[in-house]
């Protein structure tokens, strides 16, 4: 079958670093997507990975292993505003659809 | 307006009602979806259209109904819903149909059935 899994919730402190871990089974791979969801709003995008290694984009950093169906969300400096969901998601191999994570909910505490 | 824009953005409707979810999008995207997202539980896609023509359905139940007019405007037409069926709702849009691009998500109607 195919399947996400990312744990519900985490807990970290604002200017510390946190690590968010997603994993996945998939039939073939076409690439894995981060998306932060703020309560009440619409999801937003945040990184495509399709190649192994570590793409960093400011204070934001995805990693994947597509040997492993591994890949982390390292969240850096952090803030208050970064509290929010964090979705996984991987394009199914099949047809147009993307299968998603539950999502993470990340809480900052000062 | 820019991005993709939802109307309504609450609803509270009676399970004999008939009502209509408005999705529209500024983006010049091929494709546009309907997604449900319930509480601590996975996304769930609905419908997918691209080029006006549906795509996907992911065996929704039929009081669930949806309709593109154009690239740009997707609706769902909603009658005798269930308790069950009280969700957040996500229209998005993506240049194309392909499953690799970027999807951008409207605001969401929330919807209370009673």
């Known amino acids: 079958g195919q399947n996400i899994d990312q744990p519900t919730e985490m807990t970290a402190t604002e200017g510390a670093i946190v690590q968010i871990n997603c994993t996945y089974q998939t039939s073939g791979f076409n690439g894995l997507f981060w998306y932060q969801q703020h309560a009440g709003e619409a999801p937003t995008f945040l990184s495509y990975n399709v190649l192994d290694g570590l793409e960093e984009k400011g204070r934001f950093s995805s990693f994947l292993s597509r040997s492993k169906g591994y890949s982390y969300l390292l969240l850096k400096e952090l803030q208050m505003k970064d509290s929010a969901s964090y979705l996984c998601a991987v394009p199914l191999d099949s047809n147009y659809q993307l299968i998603w994570g539950a999502g993470t909910k990340l809480i900052i505490k000062p | 307006e820019t991005g993709v824009t939802q109307t309504p953005r609450h609803l509270v409707m009676g399970m004999t009602n008939k009502k209509s979810l408005k999705c529209e999008q500024h983006l010049g995207h091929n494709a546009m979806y309907w997604y449900k997202q319930s509480a601590k539980k996975p996304l769930e896609l609905m419908f997918v259209?691209?080029?006006?023509?549906?795509?996907e359905n992911n065996s929704v139940p039929s009081r669930f109904s949806p309709e593109c007019p154009n690239s740009s405007h997707l609706f769902l037409h909603l009658h005798t819903l269930q308790p069950e069926d009280s969700a957040l709702y996500l229209c998005a849009s993506s240049q194309d149909r392909d499953r690799t691009y970027e999807q951008y998500f409207g605001p969401g109607t929330r919807l209370t059935v009673t």
């Open positions: 259209y691209s080029l006006e023509e549906r795509v």
